[in-house]
Structures are given as structure tokens and as C-alpha cells.
């Protein structure tokens, strides 16, 4: 008989860096894994890599700045898997820059991204766990969600929204529906993320602070810790960063 993940688990931003690190480190400890993102090329390789290794995993292609296709995900989820006990809205870009360069398109990208996409996958999911009367909403968002700095206004922005959204939602939900919500708040990571960043200036900086990031598995796993907590035991954020980061 086939054996019942222990919970199901759908992730955006699962083609690279934190996501993927997530995707791998839940169905190594048994979830059946749901990974999102625009790479499809990508998702089916880790998809593939993660049940070779012995886990659960599927994948599909959703872009986080539609909500036709976040509902299509969530969908998706439950058509194959029959429920959907964790969200973790992990997919963003980071295209900082000083806000008097007025990269206005790569302002309105990341509040697309970043804080819509997270809004998206609310909207898409709460039905359902409302319905199941369980589920765990996991957003990712940032020590830039804690404070500001010359380049970070506009990502921080989104990145305090995130913060907000999170809390607002656990206190109508958390004690009505024992849906939980966790807020992850990393430091520097190794990732791809400085891939979305256009300004040259910004870049230079990143590279001279590259050394300083610490592995995406550091978050995947305080992401498995919180989702691992009994249903009575909510972890509400986990800021993880770099021991040197300042
Ligand atoms: P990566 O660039 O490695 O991963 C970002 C992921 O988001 C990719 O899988 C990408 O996939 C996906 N993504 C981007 N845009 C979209 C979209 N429109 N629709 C669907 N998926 C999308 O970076 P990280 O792993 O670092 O980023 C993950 C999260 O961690 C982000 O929210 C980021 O802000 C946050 N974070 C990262 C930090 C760091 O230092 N790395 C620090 C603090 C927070 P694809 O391109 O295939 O769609």
C-alpha cells in the first residue's frame, strides 16, 4: 500500500536557492512537495532529483504575479494530493537600487512579485484550508522587512508587507481556525537572487558581500522546524542571518 505523506507541502520559488533547498529538506523528512515557479525546465529536474532520492514531488509551472494561476496551483494540489496542509510563499526578486534612479518597472515587478504574489497564495489557498479547518501559511520575507537601507526602500517595502500580511493573518485566523502563519526573515543567502538586481553599483556591493551568505539550507531548515511544531505551538518568525552580518 502506498504510504500517506505526512503533510502536503507547495512551495513558490521552488526552481532555485531557498525554495529548492526547502522542497528537498521537506520530503527528505517524508512531505509530499508541490514545487511552483516560471522555470519549468527547473522544477521538473528538482521534482525528478527529489523522488530519486526516495521523496514525494511534483511540480508546476505558476507565475506568484497571477491569481488565475495561483488558484490553477492550489488546484492542482489538491486534485493530486486530495488536501494541501502548507503554503510556503517563498518566490521573490530583489532588483534594489537608490530610489532616485526611478527604476519605476522594477518597483511595480517587485511589489507584483513580492507582495501580490504572497497575497495570491492566500487568496488561493485559505478556502481550502478553512475548509480542512488546518493548514500553515509560511511567507518568506526578510531582515529588509525589519529595517531600511540606502537601495532597500522599495524591496524593504515589500518585505515589511509581507511581515504584516503574515501577522494580520494569524490573528483573525490562528485562534477562529488553527490555521497558523510563520514570517521567515532570512539574512544574506547564497542564491540567485542578486541575478534580479540591475543596478551595476548594487551588483559590485553584493559581490563584495557574497562571502558573507550563508547556505539556503540554514532557512530550509528553520522553515522545517516551524512546520514541524505540534498544531498548538505556532512559530509566528524565525530571523536567521550570517553570524557577521551587521
Ligand atoms: P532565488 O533567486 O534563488 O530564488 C527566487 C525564486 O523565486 C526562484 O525559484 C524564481 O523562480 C522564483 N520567482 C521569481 N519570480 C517569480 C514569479 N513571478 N513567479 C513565480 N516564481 C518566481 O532567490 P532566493 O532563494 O534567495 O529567494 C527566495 C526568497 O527569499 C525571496 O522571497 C527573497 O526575497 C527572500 N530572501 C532572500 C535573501 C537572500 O539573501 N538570498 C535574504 C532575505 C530574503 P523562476 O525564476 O523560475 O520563476
Redesign the pocket.
Known amino acids: 500500500m502506498e504510504q500517506r505523506a505526512s503533510k502536503v507541502v507547495i512551495i513558490?520559488?521552488?526552481?532555485?536557492?531557498?525554495?529548492?533547498a526547502t522542497a528537498k529538506l521537506l520530503a527528505s523528512n517524508g512531505a509530499a512537495v508541490v514545487l511552483?515557479?516560471?522555470?519549468e525546465d527547473?522544477l521538473r529536474q528538482i521534482a525528478a532529483d527529489i523522488r530519486r532520492a526516495g521523496g514525494e514531488a511534483d511540480y508546476f509551472q505558476?507565475?506568484?504575479?497571477s491569481s488565475e494561476e495561483m488558484n490553477m496551483l492550489v488546484r492542482h494540489a489538491v486534485e493530486r494530493y486530495g488536501r494541501v496542509d502548507v503554503l510556503v510563499n517563498?518566490?521573490?526578486?530583489?532588483p534594489v537600487s537608490k530610489l532616485r534612479e526611478l527604476r519605476v518597472d522594477e518597483w511595480e515587478r517587485m511589489i507584483d512579485?513580492?507582495v501580490k504574489?504572497v497575497l495570491y497564495g492566500i487568496a488561493a489557498v485559505l478556502p481550502v484550508m478553512r475548509d480542512q479547518r488546518s493548514g500553515h501559511i509560511v511567507n518568506?520575507?526578510?531582515?529588509?522587512g525589519h529595517v531600511v537601507s540606502p537601495t532597500s526602500a522599495v524591496y524593504s517595502a515589500t518585505?515589511f508587507a509581507v511581515r504584516a500580511i503574515t501577522e494580520g493573518l494569524r490573528q483573525e485566523e490562528s485562534p477562529e481556525t488553527g490555521i497558523r502563519t510563520t514570517i521567515i526573515?532570512?539574512?544574506?543567502?547564497?542564491?540567485?537572487?542578486m541575478?534580479?538586481v540591475s543596478s551595476p553599483e548594487v551588483k559590485q556591493m553584493g559581490e563584495m558581500l557574497r562571502g558573507m551568505?550563508i547556505p539556503?539550507d540554514r532557512i530550509a531548515k528553520a522553515i522545517a522546524y516551524a512546520i514541524d511544531q505540534p498544531d498548538d505551538t505556532s512559530v509566528s518568525e524565525i530571523v536567521i542571518r550570517p553570524t557577521a552580518q551587521p
Open positions: 513558490t520559488g521552488a526552481s532555485s536557492g531557498i525554495g529548492e511552483a515557479a516560471r522555470r527547473r505558476a507565475n506568484v504575479a517563498n518566490a521573490g526578486i530583489m512579485v513580492n504574489g518568506v520575507s526578510s531582515v529588509a518585505k526573515a532570512p539574512g544574506m543567502t547564497e542564491t540567485e537572487l541575478n534580479t551568505s539556503p
